[in-house]
């Protein structure tokens, strides 16, 4: 079956299984990618390797506007502090008090689905990956 979107939820399940284990591959071949995986790691040992007692504090912004800032942190939420794709979107949308763009959201879905194909223990609470409502679903 050929599919003309991005939505995970579009994709019978083992296409979306295969897919999302290959996430990181995909999202930097094409070279428009944003590059989650190596861009979160950066991050997380800047906050992790210091020694220093003062608390580091790391602010992101998007130079285009374009919602990369909500897909970076919804990212982040997921893998590093336990939260579910609903709850990440939710607070990543209560920030700006919008929807994030459908370019931004739909990657942070696709990057919940390889973290989960990772390590299904590890990653429990993302079972809502493919869950596009009460956000976005397609353009």
Not at 94 to 119: E, K, T
Request: glycine share 8%; aromatic share 16%; proline share 6%.
């Amino acid at each position: 079956r050929r599919c003309r979107t991005r939505q995970p939820a579009d994709f019978a399940p083992e296409d979306y299984a295969t897919l999302a284990r290959h996430f990181p591959e995909w999202d930097m071949a094409t070279g428009h990618g944003d590059q989650l995986s190596t861009r979160l790691q950066t991050a997380y040992s800047w906050l992790t390797a210091r020694k220093e007692a003062v608390p580091l504090v790391i602010v992101g912004h998007c130079t285009c506007g374009c919602d990369r800032t909500g897909e970076f942190f919804g990212a982040y939420y997921m893998q590093f502090q336990g939260w579910n794709f609903t709850r990440a979107m939710r607070y990543d949308e209560g920030v700006p008090l919008r929807h994030i763009s459908y370019g931004a959201q739909v990657p942070v879905q696709w990057y919940c689905g390889w973290l989960f194909s990772q390590d299904p223990v590890k990653y429990h609470q993302l079972t809502d990956c493919r869950n596009c409502k009460p956000f976005r679903c397609h353009h």
